[in-house]
């Protein structure tokens, strides 16, 4: 990774973490070890342009809403083929609404700031599952990673693409993880001055055992 990539802080530190535990997720399936009962199927979400206006993320729900999530089949003559009532063969995934959502789970900027290492999950105003919270933090816990307080709930989610789901479905349970409470802790967040080079997180001289490499 070049210490002139463009989003260092955000998004890189979410994306890295997100393939980190899909990488995790995949060695316990291939070790043929066993879940706990419970689990369901985890989807993992990429979305691009969500500065532009959640281009990404509001693309990704109209798609949801109209049976074409992940993706239609495309005749060869331009017509999209209707697999809602046939029997879907290897190469095709099953259709994913709104509805099959229990929970989401957003990684935002994750990069560890001073004072820290700590982190904050944020919620919606109306989201009634503390459970969730609870969980998360205490599985945190386990492996050293410190979870601070919402200053004010009542204040509700910072931007993220969580809002696009939350408008066609508001009871969809939603966290959003990032690295602060009431306001970035990066001034250059989603411009183009978050890298690493401006940030003085990473010198290329050092190696990596780097607090962000």
């Given at each position: 990774m070049s210490r002139y990539e463009v989003g260092s802080d955000s998004p890189t530190t979410g994306i890295v973490v997100l393939l980190a535990v899909a990488k995790l997720l995949a060695n316990i399936k291939e070790s043929k070890l066993i879940f706990k009962s419970g689990i369901s199927n985890i989807m993992f979400a990429f979305l691009n342009g969500e500065s532009f206006d959640y281009i990404g993320s509001s693309n990704m729900v109209y798609n949801m809403m109209n049976s074409s999530f992940p993706s239609n089949v495309i005749l060869s003559d331009g017509k999209v083929q209707d697999t809602a009532n046939k029997e879907e063969d290897q190469h095709d995934w099953p259709k994913i609404g709104l509805e099959s959502l229990k929970f989401v789970i957003e990684l935002d900027q994750l990069s560890f700031k001073e004072p820290g290492p700590q982190l904050y999950a944020h919620v919606?105003?109306?989201f009634?599952?503390?459970d969730?919270?609870?969980n998360?933090?205490?599985m945190a816990r386990k492996h050293n990673v410190a979870f601070g307080n919402v200053t004010k709930k009542e204040r509700g989610l910072p931007p993220a693409s969580l809002q696009s789901i939350l408008k066609k479905k508001r009871d969809v349970p939603g966290i959003l993880i990032s690295n602060f409470d009431e306001q970035y802790s990066n001034k250059y967040y989603h411009g183009p001055?978050?890298?690493?080079?401006?940030?003085?997180e990473y010198d290329p001289s050092k190696g990596e055992n780097q607090k962000i490499v």
């Amino acid at each position: 990774m070049s210490r002139y990539e463009v989003g260092s802080d955000s998004p890189t530190t979410g994306i890295v973490v997100l393939l980190a535990v899909a990488k995790l997720l995949a060695n316990i399936k291939e070790s043929k070890l066993i879940f706990k009962s419970g689990i369901s199927n985890i989807m993992f979400a990429f979305l691009n342009g969500e500065s532009f206006d959640y281009i990404g993320s509001s693309n990704m729900v109209y798609n949801m809403m109209n049976s074409s999530f992940p993706s239609n089949v495309i005749l060869s003559d331009g017509k999209v083929q209707d697999t809602a009532n046939k029997e879907e063969d290897q190469h095709d995934w099953p259709k994913i609404g709104l509805e099959s959502l229990k929970f989401v789970i957003e990684l935002d900027q994750l990069s560890f700031k001073e004072p820290g290492p700590q982190l904050y999950a944020h919620v919606d105003t109306e989201f009634d599952r503390n459970d969730l919270v609870t969980n998360l933090k205490d599985m945190a816990r386990k492996h050293n990673v410190a979870f601070g307080n919402v200053t004010k709930k009542e204040r509700g989610l910072p931007p993220a693409s969580l809002q696009s789901i939350l408008k066609k479905k508001r009871d969809v349970p939603g966290i959003l993880i990032s690295n602060f409470d009431e306001q970035y802790s990066n001034k250059y967040y989603h411009g183009p001055y978050d890298r690493f080079s401006t940030l003085n997180e990473y010198d290329p001289s050092k190696g990596e055992n780097q607090k962000i490499v």
